[in-house]
């Protein structure tokens, strides 16, 4: 039995800020949108949820909204209020909370101002091109455990483009990101993503690639899955990391951490990558009213279950096989593969939305 009326224009897999940006797009402009979501909630990663505590934890991992562009800040503030908040991070290294990204106070402290980069040149690989940032000392206490931990291979496999998200500062500013506009939404991100799908149908709790036969769509599939699962990992499976959770609640203790996140990069200091604690998100009088703190630490591992991809792996055999994906993806009419699942990137929120966005507006 077709769940679904034959007359769906656009099938719209995944309620995660890619899907939700373009069925939200297509609803406005008069189209017919049908979203299909495998989980049993909307709103992909970026999904939140409130411990019994009260207080309010992302269950996929901490996400923190900035983005530089007035249009997309519009975008997003339309469905749901965001209160300021620009979050601050702290990596745990020989005993001290120290800014990350590494501050030029670190620097100055423990080799003086006169440092230098420990690499000069073409940088081949990721460890090189951090190399090319700051001195091996600083990259060894920061840099190298923490990569390790994360994509579970020394950090001179992987690609030197991963450098980007990376910064050494040449001043002592704490924040994480200094992006023009930051928040979070006020009633958590589960609200914003509901409010964004408000009025487009959404079926929740079915799996496309398990019900292709029962879906049709006039004009166009868009698929914000694994680009590799769709295609049954038939040219084999790209590779990605995840973290595992482990949440603590400490009904006796009001606060453990000086910051939202504190990173873990020492191999000696044990497997897990960062520790949440998630009242720092909460507006500090809110929180102040909440006895007892919620911690998250996370274990970085490798999936075999596309429901748990988060990371793309950062290597050139990873992207060679994307690329054969995708050109048979574009050789498929009325068929549209994108989204950070889909096109095998780590996008931030606002870049998943003004890719979205840009998608959009090349339909119909
Ligand atoms: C740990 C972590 C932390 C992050 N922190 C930040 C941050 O601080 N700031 C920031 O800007 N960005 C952050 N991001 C990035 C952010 O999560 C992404 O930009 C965003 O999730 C991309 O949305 P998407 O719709 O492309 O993918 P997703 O959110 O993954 O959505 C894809 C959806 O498709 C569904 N789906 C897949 N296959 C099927 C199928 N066969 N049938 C039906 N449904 C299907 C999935 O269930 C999912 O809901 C972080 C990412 C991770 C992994």
């Keep these: 039995m077709p769940l679904v009326p034959q007359y769906t224009h656009y099938l719209i897999i995944g309620s ?65 209020a965001f209160r300021p908040f620009r979050a601050s991070l702290k990596s745990w290294v020989d005993g001290r ?6 501050a030029a106070d670190y620097l100055n402290r423990t080799i003086g101002p ?12 990721f460890e090189a091109a951090a190399l090319g940032l700051m001195p091996r000392l600083v990259y060894d206490k920061f840099v190298y455990g923490y990569n390790y931990k994360q994509w579970g291979v020394a950090p001179r496999s992987l690609g030197a483009d991963l450098i980007k998200r990376f910064e050494v500062r040449t001043n002592n ?20 993503m509901q ?42 499976r790209l590779q990605y990391r995840s973290q595992r959770r482990e949440h603590t609640y400490l009904p006796a203790t009001d ?36 006895r007892g703190t919620l911690l998250t630490r996370e274990f970085p591992y490798s999936p075999s279950e596309p429901s748990e991809y988060e990371y793309p792996f950062p290597d050139a055999a990873n992207q060679a096989l994307y690329q054969q994906y995708q050109a048979r993806a574009k050789a498929i009419p009325n068929l549209l593969i994108c989204g950070r699942l889909g096109e095998y990137r780590y996008y931030d929120m606002d870049q998943a939305i003004g890719r979205a966005v840009v998608l959009a507006g090349r339909i119909g």
Excluded at 42 to 60: C, K
Excluded at 273 to 281: A, D, F, Q, S
């Design 16 to 80: 995660g800020l890619t899907g939700a940006t373009i069925a939200r797009i297509l609803h406005d402009r008069g189209e017919k949108v049908l979203v299909l979501e495998r989980r049993e909630h909307v709103g992909g990663n970026v999904h939140d949820q409130v411990h019994p505590s009260g207080i309010r934890y992302h269950t996929y991992g901490p996400h923190y909204f900035r983005t530089n562009s007035p249009k997309i800040w519009a975008f997003v503030n339309r469905f749901v």
């Design 97 to 102: 909370y120290e800014n990350w990204p590494i």
């Design 114 to 125: 006169g440092w230098q980069p420990a690499f000069q040149g073409q940088a081949a690989n």
């Design 173 to 192: 500013e704490p924040e994480l990101s200094l992006h023009q506009f930051q928040g979070l939404p006020e009633l958590g991100y589960a609200a914003w």
């Design 195 to 236: 409010k964004m799908l408000e009025g487009i149908p959404v079926l929740c709790g079915v799996d496309y690639l398990q019900n292709r036969s029962d879906f049709s769509a006039r004009k166009k599939v868009i698929f914000t899955g694994p680009i590799d699962e769709y295609f049954g990992f038939d040219l084999g």
């Design 255 to 290: 606060w453990v951490q000086p910051v939202v996140q504190v990173n873990n990069p020492s191999l000696d200091a044990g497997p897990h990558i960062r520790t949440l604690e998630w009242k720092h998100l909460l507006p500090r009088e809110e929180a102040e009213k909440i």
